[in-house]
């Protein structure tokens, strides 16, 4: 029974965002209309069984298009990839994350043009439907912009519903010489509406028009959205570009207060429907910017991506020091049950280098970009003002990136420090994603690249069903190789309670050759010391007393016998007593 206490909640947040600008009784009725939306929608839920979202060590996700993976002239690939991911991966994840599957008109499914559709070519509802039954599915909620070629914007311009007021117009006194930008493009562009000339917002490129969440029918329409993921099985949202939404004059128009409270309406909303659906933004930001998506009251995201662990473990494992690594790890917060890390080292987007400001200095960064541009890596920029621009991200395979480093020219130990980011991705405290193409050590698409001039094209590769089938019957394939070692970490991982996404995490100093932390089970009963040589010559640690008699999860030969523990190079110990 869906508690009345809810409806004054929702009505307090509407308050919050909107009171300003719009009467109270106005905002009641929107208040009323979600409240009736949650109570027929817990219905639908409820006939369909839909169980809620349970998080332990068993929670693991992949990241993936709908078409990932394709057959030959079969439109529906989001069956073909329930089929391959039932052969080769439903043993490892429980977890699949979608990226945009409606129909869209760029930047691989983040311009959506119709959010209440998929597109023909992944599948149907149905399909969705089906793949939720036995697993958790992730969808994007594209929140911050929406299609030029879509029906809204149309509809703007028209001034039609649905539509009317639904996108940014600001004139000349609007000041943005604060604006946070991510992206290089010309911010506003100036067009007629209705005979007037006018500028519109476009945070991200010139086909993602930004949306006018000032308009509570704005947000009233992705409350529906939301609503109806739900509906079909879906039970995480990811908040694609959250931070972006709410803008206001002279502003960094970037984390605004009003941001944060559309957030926590969210949540309460999730947390009303049936089946509790969970959270995720995705604010690719320096750290104590992305923390507060969690909430002083963990009342906004129930995960929030660390975006601080690519860079950073990239950096340590190609310059063969931790320091840094540690550094940030030490003054990580812990999260509380139902708040988490998600954890991830390779995305559909490059590697973000504004989270660690802070931790790399410009001679850092500047190294880590000419060792990875060496390795095949393009860099993509933002702009600061109107002469200056930083590197925002930097695009290539997590392959490419660990090809050679300065001290392995010729790239002898490139596998080994592959799986040792792995290892340690799945060990830190969090819930661990894979991006589908790691799984498979996929280079850098070159030829994509080379015909879309898009740089993220780099890392988005879609595979043959029938020929990544054949190369994982291949026992000597790169395919096989780099799978079978992701896999068998996966395999040993889920069965481990101190590997909880909440199980307490302590770091432990070694030096900066040697990155070592200590899990332990929430029921306290199980303790794994995680720890890996991040160099590529053999290391010795010496354990603590006691730590000897502990068993290494990942290998069968080893029960430690003495103190003094030598790895091999960006060798991995999972310590369990």
């Not at 998600?342 to 400001?357: K, L, T, W």
């Not at 050679?404 to 130990?413: E, M, P, R």
Request: proline content about 3%; some cysteine; glycine content about 4%.
């Amino acid at each position: 029974m869906l508690s009345s206490t809810v409806k004054s909640q929702i009505n307090s947040k509407l308050k919050n965002i909107y009171s300003k600008n719009f009467k109270n009784d106005d905002l009641k009725l929107f208040s009323d209309e979600i409240y009736e939306l949650i109570k027929i929608s817990n219905k639908k839920i409820s006939k369909s069984k839909r169980t809620n979202l349970k998080v332990s060590e068993d929670t693991t996700v992949v990241i993936c298009y709908g078409d990932s993976v394709f057959d030959n002239g079969k439109l529906n690939s989001i069956r073909s990839f329930k089929s391959f991911y039932n052969k080769y991966l439903s043993k490892f994840f429980n977890t699949v994350h979608f990226l945009p599957f409606y129909p869209s008109s760029s930047d691989s499914g983040f311009a959506v043009k119709d959010h209440y559709k998929i597109d023909n070519k992944l599948g149907s509802w149905t399909d969705i439907n089906n793949f939720s039954k036995k697993n958790n599915i992730m969808a994007d909620i594209v929140i911050n912009h929406a299609s030029s070629k879509g029906l809204w914007f149309k509809n703007f311009l028209r001034n039609k519903s649905p539509g009317k007021d639904y996108f940014i117009k600001v004139n000349k006194k609007f000041d943005i010489s604060n604006v946070v930008r991510p992206r290089e493009n010309k911010l506003l562009k100036k067009i007629n509406v209705f005979n007037k000339p006018d500028f519109i917002w476009r945070t991200f490129s010139s086909d993602q028009i930004d949306l006018n969440f000032k308009n509570p029918k704005v947000l009233m329409r992705f409350v529906k959205i939301m609503i109806n993921l739900a509906c079909h099985g879906v039970t995480i949202f990811r908040l694609d570009a959250i931070a972006y939404l709410w803008k206001e004059s002279g502003t960094k128009c970037i984390n605004l207060k009003q941001t944060h409270e559309i957030i926590k309406l969210l949540r309460i909303i999730c947390s009303s429907l049936q089946n509790s659906p969970y959270l995720l933004t995705e604010t690719n930001l320096p750290e104590k910017e992305n923390l507060s998506y969690f909430g002083k009251k963990n009342d906004q995201a129930n995960w929030i991506y660390n975006f601080t662990l690519p860079p950073l473990l990239i950096h340590a494992l190609l310059f063969e020091d931790s320091s840094k690594l540690n550094q940030w790890i030490k003054k990580l917060p812990s999260t509380k049950l139902k708040n988490n890390y998600f954890n991830f080292i390779a995305s559909h987007d490059g590697i973000g280098m504004r989270p660690v400001e802070g931790y790399l200095n410009k001679i850092a960064l500047n190294l880590l970009f000419k060792r990875l541009k060496k390795n095949g890596a393009q860099l993509s920029f933002r702009k600061i003002n109107k002469t200056q621009k930083k590197v925002y991200e930097v695009n290539v395979t997590l392959f490419n990136a660990f090809k050679n480093t300065d001290f392995d020219k010729k790239g002898l130990h490139a596998l080994e420090r592959y799986v040792a980011a792995h290892a340690i991705m799945f060990s830190i405290e969090g819930v661990p994603a894979v991006y589908f193409n790691s799984i498979f050590g996929k280079s850098n698409d070159e030829y994509k690249y080379v015909i879309s001039n898009n740089k993220r094209d780099l890392n988005r590769y879609k595979w043959n069903k029938v020929k990544l089938d054949r190369f994982l019957k291949d026992k000597k394939s790169k395919q096989k190789i780099y799978y079978d070692h992701i896999t068998n970490l996966l395999k040993i991982r889920k069965k481990q309670k101190a590997f909880h996404p909440n199980a307490a995490m302590r770091c432990l100093s070694f030096g900066n050759k040697i990155f070592a932390f200590k899990r332990v089970s929430l029921d306290k009963k199980q303790i794994i010391i995680c720890i890996t040589n991040m160099s590529s010559k053999s290391q010795s640690v010496i354990l603590g007393n006691n730590e000897n008699r502990y068993k290494n999860l990942l290998s069968e030969k080893i029960n430690v016998i003495t103190r003094r523990l030598t790895l091999k190079p960006f060798e991995t110990v999972w310590l369990s007593n």
